[in-house]
């Protein structure tokens, strides 16, 4: 099955009105191969603050890179024409792991504009993976930009071969196409932090964990964002993918082929990844066509599962459809697959469901039919494993009690044999 590129993830703040000022984070979410969250800080030097980010960036490789857009929306449950939306397109990397909004709303419009209702903050974020390269059209100048290095590299080695051969062995290094791919690298790791102009650390998060981020509470903020994506983050791509483009380089006309082998992948990864957005109407949601079947199915065995859901916003309907699936999709993996913090969220995550209207006595059956059986599982685990133990402590008492059975028999076969004439008049 083809990884999807794009994810909508559902957030419910409960009892927003007695959150501290600090760090909240979402239970995560799977998208491009990888677990996400949302991070909140509820009251932030007077806003609400909204990031997205990975889940233990520490175990990602140096040169791990996705490139993200990303929706964060804040529903106001009154008026869907007052819900706040702030969007950004930016590159995910194991250093700068962080992304969103220090200033994304003013507490006080949260309280007072129709954002709290029952004290619940709904919280929505919309994620698409992007290619590295935009269009083929960037990947073509990259690779035009790699040969004229290999021509300055090649007219360089030219001329160093008419010095002392000391003097080349102590210059060629430096010359090297795949160690400028390198230097290069180091720059653009610098260029991803101080090229952004409002690079705010939330209250309680250390320097290490500085958040990159927009100001979101700004009319100008969803083009800041993109804005400082545009300049830095192609200009990181392409720094990014020298080391490896380099060495392509320096194979000479094997590598020749080796780039004409990846311009054609870039244009195939271009046509593939991008995101499908067309959507179709079951029962008044709107879902993907991957989702058809599954939704349809699901109102043929449970009619009336809707009919108390509350809200009228597609996005919010389409968002909590999502969740079902996700909770439905769990529920069909082996007990022995499932942890407990799994089964933990899929709970949390069912009773936002039936806070929200969704009907779901059924569901809730099956999920405590699953912990049962998770905690079954878990105590026919402990008990095979005392057994087999206890197997392996009777085979080997097997093992004693037949080398010592064998001994006895040669003991009595011995005392039993007559004795030879030679043994009687030695």
Known sequence: MCEPVEKRFLWVLKKFSTLKDECYLSR?????????????????????????GLLNPESLSSI??????????????????????????????????RWGFSKFLRCHKLRDDGFLVGDKLIIVADVHALPTFSTPEEFEKF?????????????SKRDSSC?????????????????????????????????????????????????????????????LLSSVNDKDVSSINKLKSMEDAS???????????????????????LKEIQPVKETMDVNGFHVF??????????????PDIALGFRPKNQQIRKAYMNELLSVIDMLCQPPEKLSEDDLRNADETLVDLI????????????????????????????????????????????????TQLQMEKAEASAARAPLSFNDVVC
């Open 64 to 97: 791990w890179t996705r490139k993200v857009k990303f929706r964060l929306t804040v529903v106001n449950k009154i008026s869907k024409d007052d819900t706040k939306v702030l969007d950004g397109q930016k590159l995910f990397t194991a250093r700068n792991h």
């Open 163 to 223: 010095q002392v051969v000391q003097k080349t062995e102590n210059t060629g290094e430096s010359l090297k196409v795949g160690n400028l791919g390198m230097r290069c690298n180091n720059v653009a790791s610098k260029t991803e932090v101080s090229n952004v102009d409002n690079d705010d650390a939330p209250q309680g998060a250390s320097h290490d964990d500085a958040f990159e981020d927009g100001q979101g509470d700004d009319d100008d903020a969803s083009s």
């Open 355 to 402: 806070d929200a209207g969704f009907k779901l006595d059924w569901l809730k059956t099956k999920l405590d039919d699953i912990s049962e059986k998770k905690k079954i599982e878990q105590g026919s685990g402990a008990r095979l494993q005392t057994m087999e133990e206890e197997l392996q402590k009777l085979k080997q008492m097997f093992l004693d009690l037949e």
């Open 28 to 52: 995560p979410f799977v998208f491009s191969g990888w677990n996400w969250r949302i991070i909140a800080f509820p009251n932030n030097k007077g806003h609400l603050s909204l990031y997205i």
């Open 247 to 269: 060495k392509t380089v320096e194979n000479g006309d094997t590598g020749c082929t080796n780039v004409a082998s990846a311009t054609e992948a870039s244009n195939d990864l």
């Open 289 to 302: 066509p991957s989702h058809v079947e599954s939704v349809s199915h699901i109102f043929k065995r449970h």
């Open 143 to 155: 690779l035009e930009s790699l040969r004229l290095m290999r021509v300055s590299f090649n007219r």
